[in-house]
């Protein structure tokens, strides 16, 4: 009977094998960890305390659009980018701010001004090749506006987008 001596551990397949796996999962948490506390999350609105606080005066805005019986058709021209808007109501201020506003990523929100021409119409130049869906807001005033309108659209697109006060009347 021959005696064959057992190889070392550390000349085996498995228990490399398992500390490879171990070492694997330590380096990768590890590494989403790292990345999880050094970049920021573009999502979030770093005063979004403020932002909450700051939504009564917004409502305050669309409020007095509605009470002003305020509405608005926008169409953005697909060939040439030309922003048309018909406003209607009581009020027709020389120039209008849109807003354009990319749901998700704030550093592609756009601010266009709006000439007037006549009997509430507006007219201004659009961004060349405007894709995907944006939240737009219209208001008269580029610091603290009176009133706002509010709508959605997604372009390219030959529609008219209605914006409105965006609230129900309550009384």
Do not use: C
Request: aromatic content about 12%.
């Amino acid at each position: 009977m021959t005696m064959t001596t057992p190889t070392p551990w550390y000349k085996q397949f498995w228990p490399w094998f398992l500390l490879g796996l171990l070492f694997t999962s330590i380096f990768g948490s590890s590494t989403l960890a790292v990345m999880a506390v050094r970049t920021a999350d573009g999502l979030v609105q770093q005063d979004y305390y403020e932002h909450g606080r700051a939504i009564n005066m917004v409502l305050a805005k669309q409020q007095r659009a509605h009470e002003l019986d305020l509405a608005a058709e926008l169409r953005i021209d697909p060939m040439t980018s030309d922003i048309i808007v018909q406003l209607q109501g009581e009020e027709r201020p020389e120039r209008l701010y849109l807003k354009l506003i990319f749901p998700t990523v704030g550093g592609r929100d756009q601010d266009i001004v709006l000439e007037h021409v006549r009997d509430g119409r507006y007219l201004g130049q659009a961004p060349d090749n405007l894709r995907y869906r944006w939240y737009l807001q219209l208001h008269p005033s580029e610091v603290e506006p009176a009133w706002r309108l509010v709508g959605e659209g997604s372009f390219p697109s030959e529609d008219e987008f209605d914006l409105t006060p965006g609230i129900v009347d309550r009384g």
